[in-house]
C-alpha cells in the first residue's frame, strides 16, 4: 500500500465534523502527500470549508505545513476518482425534518427523547438517508471499489447494516459516543478522561462497558464507579445509572440517545434535540471560521491539536502505515463478534486497522439480560432497514409496531400517514 492516499470527504459543508477532520489530518505529518478533496451540494459552505482547510493545513506542525493537497468539488463522480478513503457526514434538510420527527410523534401521543436514532424518529432518519448514501456507495463501487467507506451519518447502526445488505463496499461506522460515556463517568469517577480507559460492545448509541480501567496501571475501576455512584447527585445521569443498577454495566453514549431505545427511556427527559443552541452555536462557529480565514481572529488553541473523540484519521492512517491501530469503537457487521446477537446486525465494537484492513476485536458475550434487550432493538433496526431499502410503507408500519417506544397501534399508524407524506420525495427502493 503506497505512503500517501486521496480522502474523499462527502458533506464537507459540515462544519461540527468538518473541524474535527481538520483538527485530526493537520496536527499531524503522518498523511503528509496525501490529497484531501471536500465535497458538497452547498457551495457557501463548501468554500468556507475548504479556505479554512487550506489555512489549518499551513499551520501544520511540519516545517510546510501538514503537507495536504486540499481539493474541492460539488462534483462527487469526479471526487471519487482514485480514492484509497470515503468520507460521509450527510443529512437531508436536518434540523427541520429531525425537529418533525420529534414533534409529529409527541403529537401523537408517543413519549420519546431525540427521535434520531431509535423510535418513530430512528424509522424516518433511516428512510429518508439510506436511499441518499446507498447513491454515493454504488458510485464509490463503480469508480473506486477498493476504498474504505466511513460513515459519519446517523443512524449509524441501520446506515451500515443497510449497506450491507446492497453493495460490497468495505464499510465502517464511527461514532464518539463510548468517549462521552466515558465523560459521564469520570465525573463520577473524580477521574481525568486521560486517566481512564473503558471497552465497550453492543449497538450504536446502545453500547455497554465491559471494562473500566485505569490507563496507566490497569486496575479495574468498576468496584470504584459503584462506591462512588452510590452517593453522587442523583440527578446526574439517571437513566445509565438505573441501567447500571439493573444490568451490572455502564451503557453508552447518554440519556437522550440510550433513552431512543426503550419505551421508558422518556423518563430521563423528553425535550428532545436543543435546536435552537444548535443553529445559534453554527452561526459563532461559521463566524469564527470566516475570521481565521481572512486573518482578523487567531486559530483557537485547541484547532490546533486532535480532535476529541473522532478516529477517522487514525483508521486511516493505520492502513496506510500498516501501523496496526486500535481504535477504541466503530461499527461493522456482527459476524459472530458479539455472540448471542445476529450475524448480519451492525455492532459497535473495537477494532484493529492496519493494512491488512479493519479487525473487529471480540469482548465476549455480554450478560444475557443485556443480550436480550440488545436483542429486540436488533430486531427493529432490521425491519427498519428493509423498510427503507424497499421504500415499503407496509414494512415501516411493522417496523413502528414492534418498536418498544410505541405504545399505540392508532399512534404509529398516524405518525407514518403524516412523516411518510414528508419524507417522500427522499423515499425510494434501493434494491
Request: charged residues 20%; negative net charge; hydrophobic residues 45%.
Given at each position: ?159 451500515v447494516l443497510g449497506l450491507s445488505r446492497c453493495t460490497s463496499v468495505r ?101 428532545g434535540f436543543d435546536f435552537r443552541h444548535d443553529e445559534e452555536g453554527r ?8 475570521g481565521v480565514i481572512d486573518g482578523s481572529r487567531p486559530i483557537p488553541d ?130
Open positions: 500500500m503506497a505512503n500517501t492516499t486521496k480522502i474523499v470527504f462527502i458533506g464537507a459543508g459540515s462544519a461540527a465534523f468538518g473541524l474535527s477532520l481538520f483538527q485530526d489530518l493537520f496536527s499531524t505529518t503522518e498523511l503528509a502527500g496525501s490529497t484531501l478533496t471536500l465535497v458538497d451540494t452547498n457551495t457557501e459552505a463548501l468554500d468556507r470549508m475548504a479556505a479554512l482547510a487550506e489555512v489549518m493545513n499551513r499551520r501544520g506542525p511540519g516545517v510546510g505545513g501538514a503537507g495536504i493537497t486540499i481539493e474541492k468539488t460539488t462534483d462527487r463522480k469526479a471526487a471519487l476518482q482514485g480514492a484509497g478513503f470515503v468520507l460521509c457526514a450527510i443529512a437531508i434538510d436536518r434540523n427541520r425534518l429531525w425537529k418533525l420527527d420529534f414533534e409529529v410523534p409527541k403529537k401523537h401521543g408517543i413519549r420519546h427523547t431525540l427521535g434520531e436514532n431509535g423510535g418513530p424518529g430512528g424509522l424516518f432518519f433511516t428512510l429518508r438517508t439510506l436511499p441518499l448514501i446507498v447513491d454515493i456507495v454504488r458510485d464509490a463501487e463503480a469508480i473506486c471499489p477498493d476504498a474504505l467507506f466511513i460513515n459519519l451519518s446517523n443512524p449509524e447502526s441501520r446506515i464499510t465502517l461506522g464511527l461514532c464518539h459516543g463510548i468517549f462521552l460515556a466515558r465523560w459521564f463517568i469520570c465525573q463520577i469517577l473524580g477521574m481525568a478522561e486521560k486517566e481512564v480507559d473503558v471497552w465497550g460492545a453492543g449497538l450504536n448509541h446502545f453500547q455497554w462497558l465491559t471494562a473500566i480501567r485505569e490507563k496507566a496501571t490497569g486496575r479495574d475501576l468498576y468496584s470504584l464507579l459503584r462506591e462512588r455512584e452510590a452517593t453522587h447527585d442523583p440527578s446526574f445521569t439517571p437513566l445509565a445509572r438505573r441501567l447500571f443498577h439493573a444490568f451490572g454495566l455502564w451503557v453508552t453514549p447518554s440519556d437522550d440517545h440510550t433513552g431512543e431505545f426503550l419505551p421508558y427511556g422518556w423518563e430521563a427527559g423528553e425535550h452561526v459563532i462557529l461559521r463566524d469564527l471560521m470566516d485547541d484547532w490546533t491539536k486532535p480532535s476529541w473523540g473522532e478516529r477517522a484519521v487514525a483508521v486511516i492512517a493505520g492502513q496506510l502505515h500498516n501501523q496496526k491501530r486500535f481504535i477504541e469503537s466503530g461499527i461493522v457487521i456482527n459476524r459472530g463478534v458479539i455472540p448471542g446477537l445476529p450475524d448480519e446486525l451492525a455492532v459497535e465494537v473495537p477494532l484493529m486497522a492496519d493494512a491488512a484492513g479493519i479487525h473487529p476485536i471480540s469482548l465476549g458475550r455480554l450478560p444475557d439480560g443485556i443480550v436480550k434487550l440488545l436483542s429486540v432493538q436488533a430486531n427493529v433496526q432490521q425491519l427498519s432497514v428493509e423498510a427503507a431499502l424497499h421504500g415499503s410503507k407496509e414494512l415501516a408500519l411493522q417496523a413502528l409496531l414492534i418498536d418498544p417506544v410505541i405504545n399505540s397501534s392508532t399512534a404509529a399508524a398516524a405518525i407514518l400517514d403524516e412523516l411518510w407524506e414528508v419524507n417522500r420525495p427522499y423515499i425510494r427502493a434501493c434494491l
